[in-house]
């Protein structure tokens, strides 16, 4: 993850691969963070999880979905951008009751 969060400091995009994992490692803390299935937190392409504790969701669309792209979902758990001001901004999209994952962050690379 530091490569990624390096490249970031440089004003530059981290190099895919590198992306992917700072992305999937991140989610991967996020779930043991928030362990729970009753919100769905989406960063296409690289991945996608459940976690918050509360009502289980199994068919369907979930009814508590937090969407954003890998820069975004970077800067956001390590703490580099704030919720609001990506909500605010429109580059994260949050449906639901649940979906405000703000006291769970910041997560590695602190």
Do not use: K, Y
Not at 45 to 70: K, L, Y
Not at 89 to 110: M, V
């Amino acid at each position: 993850m530091n490569q990624a969060l390096d490249a970031l400091d440089q004003g530059l995009e981290p190099d895919r691969p590198v992306l992917r994992d700072a992305v999937r490692a991140l989610l991967a803390e996020l779930s043991q963070r928030a362990p729970g299935r009753s919100v769905e937190v989406r960063i296409p392409p690289f991945g996608a999880i459940q976690c918050v504790a509360g009502p289980r969701h199994t068919r369907g669309t979930p009814p508590n979905v937090v969407e954003t792209d890998p820069l975004t979902w970077l800067l956001l758990a390590t703490g580099r951008l704030e919720w609001a001001e990506a909500a605010r901004d429109g580059r994260l999209r949050a449906s639901g009751i649940r979906t405000d994952l703000s006291e769970f962050l910041p997560l590695g690379g602190e």
